[in-house]
């Protein structure tokens, strides 16, 4: 079983930027295999390696039949057509909010064997991508809100069932070593109440 535990928000890895993968080897399909099952296991639409605790710029995808998975991805937007649309994720469970997005975009970056790879992505595809590419660079849904739907996003995570402020989160040292190139996140984004639970109990 490779299904791993989802880090939620709250968790500092999910704020931190996260490497290039520099060594296409075993232990990044080994990640690439974890993301995959614990992406079905939760039947998302998508997982970014930050949220299995991971630092490195790997996502999944699954999105209306199409699988697969990205390494190192760089978005290019060939116009400026936008789409609004419900958005969840799994390190927020439960909670889904009108997130406004790019209607295309052309993904770019590597297989899990070093290969170039390109998607094309429009619709929820497009929003699939933009999403985990933001993961990658600690980004989560919640921070391309309007002002006023953020804080209502904030109120409703500080009221849901899995958010616990009086816990410390636990950093879980992964197989890919520390964590490097943490910077405290830009202004505007959701730090305060950003770094303090362990919605699943890692370090009790
Ligand atoms: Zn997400």
Redesign the pocket.
């Known amino acids: 079983m490779t299904v791993q535990p989802i880090r939620l928000f709250g968790d500092p890895v999910l704020r931190t930027p996260a490497e290039p993968v520099v060594d296409f080897d075993a232990e990044l399909r080994k990640l690439v295999a974890d993301l995959t099952d614990t992406m079905r296991e939760q039947n998302g639409a998508?997982l970014?390696a930050p949220?299995l605790g991971v630092g490195l710029r790997v996502f999944t995808f699954d999105v209306d039949g199409v699988q697969g998975h990205l390494v190192n991805p760089v978005l290019d937007f060939p116009d400026e057509e936008e789409q609004d649309g419900q958005e969840g994720?799994?390190?927020i469970p439960g909670l889904y909010f009108d997130t406004k997005r790019r209607l295309n975009v052309i993904a770019k970056g590597f297989s899990e064997y070093g290969d170039p790879v390109q998607i094309v992505g429009t619709g929820l595809m497009a929003r699939c991508l933009q999403?985990?590419t933001d993961?990658l660079d600690g980004v989560?849904?919640i921070d391309r809100l309007d002002p006023e739907a953020r804080k209502e996003a904030m109120r409703a995570i500080r009221q849901a069932d899995w958010y616990d402020e009086s816990n410390p989160p636990v950093i879980k040292v992964s197989p890919h070593g520390p964590l490097t190139g943490r910077r405290s996140s830009p202004a505007g984004r959701l730090t305060a109440a950003d770094r303090s639970a362990d919605p699943f109990g890692l370090g009790r």
């Open positions: 998508g970014a949220q994720c799994l390190s999403h985990e993961h989560l849904f």
